[in-house]
């Protein structure tokens, strides 16, 4: 019963601005140009508000003021507009109470932000040239805690006594309980939004990653960046911490404990500027 009505959650969920899934789309084609996506973006006031907002923050440095989105891409390049671009779009997402998670304020936000730039940092090590896709899923693993809180609030009590009495993992224990865990949710409401399979992919199998295909790095990369959040003192939301899959993460991505190190330590200074830029 509690499948059906997840689902029909999803469907209320509001839709993901449609100028970030055209631009995402621009990003993607070798043939787009700056000036396409400037043409994307430009008629969405609010979002283009915002990444002006972003672009004359400390996060960026620059020395002269960004007055308009063409000067924003010449400056910042198209890749960085696009960081900026998702991150506005999902601020409302993520704002809030998920009380079923004991998660409190922008506690699901941060969290999402510092997966998403340490997703960044990792596919870098990785050798990969376009993180773009890798930071999306990052931003987004947690989306189907958004949905999913309050059914978890409603069967607490049962999905604890799983966790306590019987091992499970908070996630096995949510997919035991109401039929689906909110990495499941998370893939069905990337589909609904008409994300490509390779951002769906990471958001629906982040704690399963190994039922990805080995060619497939993006998707442990987004559990190795998730937990690093847990590694650096951060509020988890009920998920649990494990050092066995960090190691076969790490392998399959074919990083070492040290890449792992010292990506936390780049993590720290990113992170706090945008997480002061999210709150001003």
Request: proline residues 3%; aromatic residues 8%; hydrophobic residues 40%.
């Amino acid at each position: 019963m509690e499948k059906k009505e997840i689902l029909y959650t999803i469907k209320g969920l509001p839709p993901f601005p449609e100028t970030a899934l055209k631009a995402i789309k621009a990003i993607k084609d070798p043939d787009s140009s700056a000036q396409d996506l400037v043409d994307i973006i430009q008629y969405d006031q609010s979002i283009t508000a915002n990444i002006l907002r972003f672009a004359n923050s400390a996060y960026f440095g620059l020395r002269t003021r960004v007055t308009s989105l063409k000067q924003a891409v010449a400056y910042l390049g198209s890749k960085a507009i696009m960081d900026m671009l998702l991150l506005s779009g999902s601020l409302s997402y993520f704002r809030g109470e998920h009380t079923g998670y004991g998660l409190k304020g922008e506690d699901l936000l941060n969290h999402s932000v510092s997966t998403a730039l340490m997703c960044r940092i990792l596919g870098q090590k990785t050798g990969l040239k376009d993180t773009s896709t890798l930071f999306t899923a990052g931003l987004l693993h947690d989306i189907g805690k958004v949905v999913l809180s309050s059914f978890v609030k409603d069967k607490y009590d049962e999905i604890v006594q799983l966790v306590t009495n019987k091992n499970y993992s908070f996630v096995m224990a949510e997919k035991e309980v109401l039929g689906m865990d909110h990495a499941q949710v998370g893939g069905e409401i990337a589909q609904q939004w008409g994300f490509p399979e390779e951002i769906g992919r990471p958001i629906s199998l982040h704690h399963q990653f190994k039922e990805a295909p080995l060619e497939d790095i993006s998707t442990p990369l987004v559990f190795l960046a998730d937990q690093v959040y847990f590694l650096v003192g951060g509020t988890m939301g009920a998920d649990s911490w494990s050092f066995k899959k960090i190691k076969d993460a790490l392998k399959r991505c074919r990083l070492k404990e040290y890449d792992l190190d010292d990506a936390m330590l780049m993590l720290h200074e990113p992170l706090k500027s945008v997480q002061d830029l999210i709150r001003s």
